[in-house]
């Protein structure tokens, strides 16, 4: 019997939301606003690391 990888099993290991989860609201709102400043669309069907990315993206953009 092949063994199982205990890290992904185990829910209590507090590993963070799933990346691929849709973005939360909190980045919608900071993604919509930077999108707003740097005059890009705002794409509201990112995941979580999409957005992240594209966040820092348009933060560095914006400097």
Do not use: W
């Not at 849709?22 to 740097?38: D, F, G």
């Amino acid at each position: 019997m092949p063994m199982q990888n205990s890290v992904a099993l185990d829910p209590t290991l507090g590993l963070g939301p799933d990346p691929e989860e849709q973005m939360t609201e909190k980045q919608a709102i900071t993604l919509r606003e930077l999108a707003s400043e740097a005059d890009e669309p705002f794409d509201g069907s990112l995941t979580r690391r999409q957005a992240e990315r594209r966040i820092a993206h348009l933060q560095e953009y914006l400097k």
